[in-house]
């Protein structure tokens, strides 16, 4: 199976951007995770969505899984 490729929304980015950097950088390393597995074992999946979500510490990191393109779209991060 191929690598997914990610992309993080200008939103979720913004939101990364105010976390203090110890934990910005677990969370983007969870992030990078995804490309391999993007519906690791502790992921869940929104009702009535079509967006899963981990967590990462006190954060949670919500995206969205495109199988056709093999993209992941991260969409939020949130305290």
Not at 12 to 19: G, V, W
Not at 26 to 31: K, L, P, Q, T, Y
Not at 35 to 61: A, F
Request: proline fraction near 4%; charge should be positive.
């Amino acid at each position: 199976m191929a690598d997914f490729k990610i992309e993080i929304k200008r939103s979720a980015a913004k939101e990364l951007e105010k976390i203090q950097k110890k934990d910005g950088d677990r969370i983007i390393e969870r992030i990078r995770t995804l490309s391999t597995d993007p519906r690791p074992p502790h992921s869940k999946k929104l009702s009535g969505e079509e967006k899963y979500r981990i967590r990462q510490g006190d954060y949670r990191i919500l995206y969205q899984i495109y199988d056709e393109a093999i993209t992941i779209a991260v969409v939020r991060v949130a305290h």
